[in-house]
């Protein structure tokens, strides 16, 4: 299973290729408003540096967010686009999920992964960090992070969310951004366990307009 | 690869179109679109987010519909082609980054181009190669230029454009005025075939000093106005508003100045043909009000059909077939999206 993942939904554009668990090549860049122009470079580095064609590809994975939505869909259409141009199959992955992977080797029992959301929200959601295993316990939320509950924001916290708003997150756990390597291993156990991934935007938000009707009842 | 016939596959989603066509050297093969303007009509108008959310949906199908329609596999395909600007930056960024994983995924060469110069070069497909110099009328809910095009790949001109409104956004808001819904060009054309041009509403930059200065620009919103003034006097004096005649005194006024300037445009640059292209260009005043006066200033006019006027994938399939039939460059596979991208910049 030569798996190749990406995920656009946090200041990072990452991109990396997997295969029989360990990662082959990998490349991030942080910038959160040049997606467009840099992820398909990424991935076609990634791929001249493992020595592989995108024929030789067996899975797509990418980040569905929560995230902000522009960058968001650059990494859902480009991968949604090469699986169906390779013909394989393409897997959803909660972006969050996979941040809260990548904190599970240095926090154990509860943690909260708070992302951000603009506008003076955070994107997050609560975790079970086990020995072998991460289940996240609430759906993926946007809220203000001050009218998250003092217990919740008390827990060890993964995501940008802390450096945004350190007077709010008591306990920062220093993973900042998705990284595509461990977004492909969450996918690679979730393909195995024959788990749903649906390639769905987890935007959380309703577009930013009102209808004709919504305004004429104002 | 067929050089003298290749194969491309276009992308355009430089507003609130999904579209996808495929053209073989100069023969259109199809030209598949999604449309998300059903959930735009609820808002009264484009909502930038709308349309991007819509064509994430719709991209992946879109290109699966255009081929099997088409009969084509991908693995066929010579080069892909995409509008990188102008256009709203986000519908943009999800065209652009479907046609590189296309180009990447298949190993095809991708051109990034310039919407304006798609909408003149679809013509291409529909009549035959572009006499040059061709002048360029192009006319929708988000242009209104006059444009020179020596050379459809390489060689495009701004004559003028609008200072303010686009031609098709003053139809929007003048059938908003009128009461009639989005988007506003088809009902106000329908309105108007049972009206009268019976009130002299003003012809922008039409007179005098503003024909030395704005001699091919274009001014809409001093006409709106005139319309919204027109029709509030009427409801404040208690009388019924006639919509009919209304719609078309408007559109006389708007499609008297576009004719009148492009075929201007055309004696004084020397040019025997005038395209016209755009959503609005569907109007049906325009399309006779042009043959016209074409007619009688010896100009070939050149209208494609209404469905490759308005924004498709057919018009970008269309000029990337160009690029790769000129020799030209493809794109990088780093290229952004523009939504600003002059139109004398045909290719990023
Ligand atoms: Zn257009």
Redesign the interface.
């Known amino acids: 299973m030569l798996i190749l993942a990406i995920d656009t939904s946090t200041s990072a554009i990452t991109v990396a290729l997997h295969d029989e668990g360990r990662a082959l090549a990998e490349r991030t860049h942080l910038d959160a408003r040049a997606h467009t122009e840099w992820l398909a470079p990424l991935i076609e580095s990634c791929l001249a540096e493992a020595g592989k064609r995108p024929s030789d590809l067996t899975d797509v994975a990418v980040g569905v967010g929560p995230g902000p939505f522009t960058g968001l869909r650059v990494g859902m259409v480009t991968g949604l686009t090469m699986g169906h141009a390779l013909g394989v199959p393409v897997h959803g992955v909660c972006s969050l999920d996979a941040l809260a992977a990548q904190a599970a080797t240095l926090v154990e029992g509860e943690l909260l992964v708070a992302t951000d959301a603009r506008r003076k929200e955070v994107y997050w959601a609560r975790y079970a960090v086990r020995p072998g295993s991460v289940e996240r316990l609430t759906d993926p939320a946007v809220d203000r992070p001050g009218e998250l509950p003092d217990e919740v924001r008390a827990l060890p916290t993964a995501g940008r969310g802390p450096v945004l708003y350190p007077d709010l997150f008591a306990s920062p756990v220093p993973v900042l951004d998705v990284d595509a390597a461990v977004l492909a291993r969450v996918a690679v156990s979730r393909i195995l366990a024959g788990e749903p991934m649906p390639v769905e935007p987890l935007y959380l938000r309703r577009p930013d307009a009102l209808t004709t009707a919504e305004r004429a009842a104002r | 690869m067929t050089a003298e016939q290749p194969l491309v596959l276009g992308i355009e989603t430089s507003c609130d179109e999904t579209g996808v066509g495929l053209v073989r050297g100069e023969t259109l093969l199809v030209d598949a679109v999604a449309s998300s303007v059903d959930d735009h009509a609820?808002?009264?108008g484009v909502?930038p987010?709308?349309a991007?959310?819509a064509?994430?949906e719709e991209?992946?199908p879109t290109?699966?519909r255009a081929c099997r329609e088409a009969g084509v596999q991908?693995r066929d395909l010579d080069a892909i082609s995409v509008t990188s600007g102008p256009g709203l930056?986000?519908s943009l960024?999800?065209g652009?980054?479907?046609a590189?994983?296309?180009?990447?995924?298949?190993?095809l060469p991708l051109y990034g181009v310039n919407h304006l110069a798609s909408h003149v070069a679809v013509d291409i497909v529909e009549h035959g190669p572009l006499p040059e110099p061709t002048v360029a009328l192009l006319v929708s809910g988000g242009h209104s230029s006059l444009l020179l095009v020596p050379d459809v790949t390489s060689d495009i001109r701004s004559l003028g454009s609008t200072i303010d409104d686009a031609a098709g956004e003053a139809f929007d808001k003048v059938a908003r005025v009128l009461g009639l819904p989005f988007p506003g060009g088809p009902h106000i054309d329908r309105a108007a075939r049972d009206g009268q041009v019976t009130i002299d509403f003003p012809r922008g930059l039409t007179t005098g000093r503003d024909m030395e200065r704005h001699r091919f620009d274009f001014s809409f919103s001093g006409l709106k106005t005139a319309v919204s003034r027109w029709v509030q006097a009427r409801e404040v004096a208690g009388e019924p508003v006639p919509v009919v005649d209304v719609a078309a005194s408007f559109q006389e006024a708007v499609v008297d100045v576009l004719t009148r300037k492009a075929v201007l445009a055309c004696r004084e640059q020397g040019a025997q043909n005038l395209q016209i292209g755009g959503g609005v260009a569907a109007n049906s005043r325009l399309r006779a009000m042009a043959q016209s006066r074409c007619d009688d200033a010896g100009i070939e006019l050149r209208v494609p059909r209404p469905g490759l006027c308005t924004d498709n994938g057919a018009m970008v399939a269309a000029l990337g077939a160009q690029m790769v039939l000129k020799g030209r460059d493809a794109s990088r596979?780093?290229?952004?999206?523009d939504s600003s991208m002059p139109v004398t910049q045909i290719q990023s």
């Open positions: 609820r808002f009264g909502v987010e709308v991007s959310r064509h994430l991209m992946v290109i699966e991908l930056a986000g960024m999800v652009v980054a479907s590189k994983a296309l180009a990447l995924s298949l190993g596979l780093d290229l952004p999206a």
